[in-house]
């Protein structure tokens, strides 16, 4: 059973900065690109930014600047820096993977940017 938890989301003011970290487990044989998205209240869920395994990255237009993604393939781990936070930011925010050729999704972390 192959599971992402993410963890690290929380509060912050308008100009702060929060760390998502994303753990994969289970029987994993490979992990290709992963990712993060997120869903605002009445919004679809976007992609914020994606990494592929040898380090790749791709990241929305509205993050450039501000947000880092990077993975740790040894501890089957992906991050997302994300400096400068906006109102605009709040979300619950979302892992992605691909393991075993399949795409995996956590339960989401919350983020709150007050202004």
């Known amino acids: 059973q192959v599971q992402l938890v993410e963890s690290g989301g929380g509060l912050v003011q308008a100009g702060g900065s929060l760390r998502l970290s994303c753990a994969a487990s289970g029987s994993i044989f490979s992990i290709n690109d992963m990712g993060w998205y997120r869903q605002a209240p009445g919004n679809q869920r976007e992609s914020v930014a994606r990494i592929t395994n040898a380090g790749y990255t791709n990241y929305a237009d509205f993050v450039k600047g501000r947000f880092t993604i990077s993975r740790d393939n040894a501890k089957n781990m992906v991050y997302l820096q994300m400096n400068s936070l906006k109102p605009d930011d709040t979300a619950v925010y979302y892992c992605?993977?691909?393991?075993?050729?399949?795409?995996?999704w956590g339960q989401g972390t919350q983020v709150t940017v007050s202004s």
């Open positions: 992605r993977a691909e393991i075993n050729y399949t795409y995996y």
